[in-house]
């Protein structure tokens, strides 16, 4: 039989349709005002705009200890594009519901070139200008345009709920900002004169970082049509371009980054422990997953600004699935609990860890096996990547192999390891399909649209900094798969930093190893958790 379709309407249901509709509203109803006040009393106006002393919730405005390292990233972009006028947003709030809007995040390049974080900056943009010195060479001066706090020198501090002083607290003025890096800070409404100054196709092309605010994508793009240098999607290739060198110049870490990057790490750590400190409770309740989400989630708020990304806290066969997020399932016995979470610092560098645990606290043996399997794997990529010349890729080639070789001692590789591995083979991708790592930093996949050679086919170089993440995965249903391993999942993942000395070094280090995985577990209870808090107080005084 065919599928049946909707029949079309006839002139008689439209006539229906329009005469049930004739007496809908076309104005909502005017005056409306919710649950809210009538701020408009005369006797409100005469007290609310004076007998304000200073604010005690400002804090002083300090150099963002990263303000030296955003001067030289500037450069470093500049010189990749030369001659041309780079604008990089800082980002919109987004909308969530009626008057809730999503927690706002810095944009990653826009951190990166100012060394500012957290969540200040919104509706900003960095702006990249070329100029030629006197000795006729090219270089380059930025600025920040922005839109001024509103604070209680402005009438709307009371009235404005998004951005007024009353509703979000005391904001960084433009003289702060400036002290916080350097830069010379410029009103948004001199933004579009600015991006008119001198361009055209016989002067500045300009270029935007898109995708961050719809507002400053679409005046970008009236002003290079109305100075003849094209629409949007005349320049799509320029943008994406501007996208790329942005991200290649994250590649090589300074010494700073480095640091906070391994300040991430530590506080994922922590927040790990707390994990294993939970998991007794975890284990006793209807969504055990959830609670220990939460946990790494708290640990995060507290520490951080926040976690890194999804975290993805998935037990028994749900740890196969990639990337499950829904967090919501109880834990059971002789089930493992894989946990992939990190942090993202106020600064907004980031960590990615992943351990695999048993949820009673014992590998079953066939657990056993498989972890080492992956743990084998691990360890097997460092060890390519620190070979004389290696280049990043190696480490995944690494993992792979040793991954098809475990197979094929477990009995589950269909065919013999020197096919799988063959350019037509690739049969061991069936239970690890995803990369083994990626690059680490404002970004948790960091650098991600930087060209091949300085990424996948780079030579390993100090400053560089990034993950290891093999895994198995072997689904419930897996038929290919002995009994006794469906429904394991298992994931170890690390962060890795290149040193001075060339070496490629773990920066995470804890319960790598089963025993060292069971030995961690058995020590931690319940009781240890508000403690670590104090502990981590006490350690930064």
Not at 263 to 292: Q, S
Not at 344 to 351: C, G, Q, V
């Amino acid at each position: 039989m065919s599928e049946q379709t909707e029949p079309a309407l006839g002139a008689e249901d439209l006539r229906r349709l329009r005469e049930a509709a004739a007496g809908n509203d076309v104005e909502p109803e005017p005056g409306r005002r919710g649950g809210g006040l009538r701020l408009n009393g005369k006797g409100f106006e005469d007290i609310i705009f004076s007998h304000w002393g200073p604010n005690p919730n400002k804090l002083p405005a300090v150099r963002s200890p990263l303000a030296d390292d955003a001067a030289k990233h500037r450069a470093e972009l500049a010189a990749k594009l030369p001659g041309e006028r780079l604008v990089i947003p800082a980002g919109a709030v987004r909308h969530r519901t009626w008057d809730t809007d999503f927690l706002f995040r810095t944009g990653t390049a826009f951190a990166h070139m100012t060394g500012l974080g957290r969540d200040l900056e919104a509706d900003a943009a960095l702006v990249i200008d070329p100029v030629v010195a006197a000795d006729g060479g090219v270089g380059h001066r930025a600025a920040i345009f922005l839109e001024p706090a509103i604070d209680r020198t402005n009438p709307r501090f009371f009235s404005d709920s998004k951005h007024g002083e009353f509703w979000v607290g005391p904001r960084p003025l433009p003289a702060d900002f400036h002290i916080m890096t350097g830069l010379e800070i410029r009103n948004m409404t001199e933004f579009e004169d600015a991006l008119r100054a001198g361009a055209g196709p016989d002067g500045i092309r300009i270029r935007v970082l898109r995708g961050y605010d719809p507002r400053i994508d679409a005046t970008v793009d009236r002003v290079r049509e109305e100075v003849g240098l094209g629409d949007a999607a005349a320049n799509r290739g320029v943008d994406a371009v501007l996208e790329q060198s942005s991200d290649e110049c994250r590649i090589i870490k300074t010494p700073r980054e480095l640091d906070e990057i391994r300040r991430a790490v530590v506080a994922t750590e922590r927040g790990f422990e707390r994990v294993a400190d939970v998991l007794p409770i975890a284990r006793k309740v209807k969504r055990g997953e959830r609670l220990l989400e939460a946990t790494f989630t708290h640990s995060c708020r507290y520490e951080g600004n926040g976690i890194a990304f999804g975290t993805n806290a998935a037990s028994g066969p749900r740890a196969t699935i990639l990337d499950y997020h829904a967090n919501d399932h109880a834990l059971r016995d002789g089930d493992l609990f894989l946990l992939d979470a990190g942090i993202e610092l106020d600064s907004l560098y980031a960590a990615d860890i992943t351990r695999t645990m048993p949820v009673g606290g014992r590998f079953t043996p066939a657990q056993r096996r498989v972890y080492q399997a992956v743990l084998d794997a691990s360890d097997a990529a460092i060890e390519a990547a620190n070979k004389p010349g290696a280049v990043y890729s190696d480490m995944l080639h690494a993992a792979l192999e040793s991954t098809a070789r475990s197979l094929a001692d477990m009995g589950i590789l269909p065919v013999s390891v020197e096919e799988a591995l063959s350019p037509d083979g690739h049969q061991h991708y069936r239970w690890l399909y995803h990369g083994t790592g990626h690059h680490l930093g404002l970004d948790v996949h960091d650098a991600y649209r930087s060209r091949n050679e300085l990424y996948a086919d780079a030579p390993l170089r100090p400053g560089m900094a990034f993950t290891l993440e093999p895994g198995l995965y072997f689904d419930a249903a897996d038929e290919l798969v002995p009994p006794e391993y469906r429904g394991i999942g298992v994931r170890i993942e690390d962060d890795l930093i290149v040193g001075e000395d060339g070496v490629t070094r773990l920066v995470s280090t804890f319960a790598r190893t089963p025993d060292e995985v069971e030995a961690w577990l058995a020590a931690h209870e319940p009781e240890d958790y508000l403690p670590s808090f104090l502990e981590h107080e006490a350690e930064c005084a």
